[in-house]
């Protein structure tokens, strides 16, 4: 079986370390790829007034799964409607720490599990009258199910016994009151453990005892500022891989940008673009291949060459080398 895989890399740095994670996945002599190569971002606007061309779209919205780098300015414009094509209703972004580097907390191992289509991002802004304005946060039983149905089973099939659900279901008795409601149901359901935190003192609590938590099930909003706050505990952009799952379909990024401080200089650092393509790998079914990429990734972190983010002054094409060597 021939998996077919649309190809965005973006811009600035995008360029740069898409093109390893393709030779990871092509070095992976199990499975069988094809890849189809789209644009989207800033350069591909001022050419054609579209960041992201419906030509490229419709490739995401075709393939089996979608890699993409990242994007510049357009990055609101190219990554909502992306997510928006395949359909994605789970943000994942795991926050590991690798023993190799000296992460803030050493101990963390932790899995974001973030509602990916509602909540304040919903775009329902108003401006009431000068100097007032709104903003609705929509949270349904729907979304709030599926994604803490997601949640118990990603903990269940990669080995987590600590699930968490951040709300602030005290204050936002409505909408957070329903999102934990239904994701208590669930867990109740699913006879699985699980415990429940206001997410304010969550923030706290995973900067000091992060080694307490595992799987972390979020709102929309809260669980894009506590997955950037574990980045920090692990330390780097660099690192961390991202996966935005839909039902049939899933698009995988790197949590950086297009880092236009270091584009076009060889010394962005592939890993979270690999790491990105290993939870391709997963979602693919793939488990062991996508372990053995993560493998591949530690033991160059481990023995170098490093890019200059960590501390090293390796190319990204020669990290790329030797994670292809460690495969
Ligand atoms: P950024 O992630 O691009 O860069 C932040 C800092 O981290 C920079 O100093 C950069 O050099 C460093 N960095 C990031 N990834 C790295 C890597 N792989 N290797 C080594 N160093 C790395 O975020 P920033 O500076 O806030 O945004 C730059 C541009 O990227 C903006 O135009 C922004 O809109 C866009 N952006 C796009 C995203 C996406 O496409 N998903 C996400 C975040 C930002
Ligand atoms: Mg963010």
């Known amino acids: 079986m021939t998996h077919e895989i649309a190809v965005i890399p973006g811009d600035g740095i995008g360029q740069e370390v898409t093109p390893a994670a393709v030779e990871v996945l092509e070095a992976i002599e199990t499975v069988d ?23 490229t779209a419709a490739l995401a919205a075709d393939a089996d799964a979608t890699l993409f780098g990242a994007a510049g300015e357009t990055a609101a414009d190219v990554i909502l409607p992306l997510r ?32 990916n289509t509602e909540g304040v991002y919903k775009g329902i802004e108003s401006e009431i009258t000068d100097g007032v304005t709104t903003c609705t946060r929509v949270i349904t039983e729907e ?10 089973d990603y903990a269940r099939q990669n080995g987590f016994d600590d699930v968490t659900i951040a709300h602030k279901a005290n204050v936002m008795q409505k909408t957070d009151g329903l999102f934990l409601e ?9 006879d699985a ?4 935190a206001l997410m304010d003192a969550l923030a ?19 669980g894009d500022m506590l997955s950037d706050l574990a980045a920090g505990l692990v330390g780097g952009l660099g690192l961390l891989p991202s996966a935005n799952v839909g039902e049939e379909n899933a698009l995988f990024e790197p949590v950086h940008g297009s880092a236009p401080d270091i584009a076009g200089e060889g010394i962005a650092n592939p890993s979270a673009m690999v790491l990105s393509a290993a939870m391709l790998l997963d979602h ?17 972190l481990d023995e170098g060459p490093r890019t200059p983010d960590l501390g ?4 990204t094409e020669e990290v790329t080398a030797a994670i292809l060597d460690a495969l």
């Open 33 to 55: 790829f094809e890849f189809v190569e789209g644009d989207a971002g800033d350069a591909v606007k001022a050419e054609t007034g579209t960041a992201l061309p419906e030509a």
């Open 84 to 115: 928006q094509v395949v359909g994605s209703f789970a943000n994942v972004r795991p926050a590991v720490a690798y023993p190799a580097l000296d992460a803030v907390q050493p101990d963390t191992d932790l899995v974001f599990i973030r509602e």
């Open 143 to 152: 979304a709030s199910e599926k994604i803490a149905e997601f949640g118990f």
């Open 182 to 190: 239904t994701a208590e149901r669930v867990g109740a359901d699913l």
């Open 193 to 196: 453990e699980y415990d429940t």
């Open 204 to 222: 706290m609590h995973l900067v000091m005892h992060p080694e307490d938590y595992g799987v972390v099930v979020c709102p929309n909003l809260a």
């Open 284 to 300: 693919l079914g793939y488990d062991e291949e996508g372990d053995r990429v993560r493998e591949a990734v530690e033991t160059v």
């Open 312 to 315: 090293g002054d390796g190319s």
